[in-house]
């Protein structure tokens, strides 16, 4: 079953087009990996996925409903989460109350589900968002992001600015939730995103440039070298 469709998407900041028809499809179970250079589009795709972004041309269909136009409130309650690229958790909480507010807006995955895919974020139940590291804040957010009814995660390159160490462990988690959700993955780490993903898109300059099967592409394959940087 088809989860998330986009169909040639155009999205602007003001006068300024940030991506220009992108249509793809993923298949609910899946992961998908997007590639491309900064600022090719990734994060404006992301953020129209989940109307954090209205786009100006195109469709977005969810659960093969047409949300394109519905708030971000609304897609989330239907089963979309988002975890921005620089995490947004609530410093001032502790990670228990950062994983309470997202909890309360129903669905069937509690924190007690969360603790149990990140067993540190258990240790840190009572810790203060903001005292814990960038490793530990990124799982915090992903965490975060698939309570309630979660079906499809949107991750904004989770391993960006971390320990090799780190890395290891968000490769560990992303691989979990890989068993239990469909998911869209911005990742500069090409062998971390490849080990995870079913299919792969690369964007350039906005546009879809290439789509392909993640199985038999390996990090150096020649497209992949030409549009990603590494
Ligand atoms: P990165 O890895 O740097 O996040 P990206 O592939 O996610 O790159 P986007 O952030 O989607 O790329 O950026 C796409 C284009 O939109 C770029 O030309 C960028 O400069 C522009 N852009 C992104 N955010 C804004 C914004 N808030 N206002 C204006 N232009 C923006």
């Known amino acids: 079953m088809t989860l998330l469709e986009l169909d040639s998407l155009d999205s602007y900041y003001g006068q300024s087009r940030a991506i220009e028809d992108i249509s793809f499809t993923v298949e609910q179970g899946d992961v998908l990996a997007m590639f491309g250079r900064n600022g090719a589009g990734k994060t404006t795709t992301l953020r129209s996925i989940v109307g954090v972004l209205q786009p100006r041309e195109g469709t977005v269909r969810f659960k093969a409903r047409d949300v394109t136009g519905l708030p971000k409130f609304e897609r989330v309650q239907m089963g ?15 990670v228990a109350e950062n994983l309470a507010v997202p909890a309360g807006r129903g669905g069937s995955r509690t924190p007690e589900d969360a603790y149990e895919l990140f067993p540190t ?20 957010a992903m965490a975060r992001g698939l309570l309630g009814g979660t079906e499809l995660l949107l991750l904004d390159e989770p391993t960006e600015g971390l320990a090799p160490k780190i890395v290891a462990d968000v490769r560990e988690a992303i691989t979990r939730l890989a068993d239990e959700l469909t998911i869209v993955l911005v990742e500069q780490n090409l062998d971390l995103a490849l080990s995870v993903a079913d299919h792969v898109v690369v964007l350039s300059n906005g546009e879809l440039v290439h789509a392909a099967d993640a199985e038999g592409l390996s990090a150096d394959d020649e497209v992949l070298r030409e549009h990603v940087s590494i």
């Open 80 to 94: 979309m989460g988002y975890v921005p690229e620089d995490r947004q958790v609530w410093s001032n909480l502790t």
């Open 121 to 140: 974020l258990n240790e840190l139940r009572g810790a203060r968002a903001g005292t814990l590291s960038g490793g530990e804040q990124q799982m915090l």
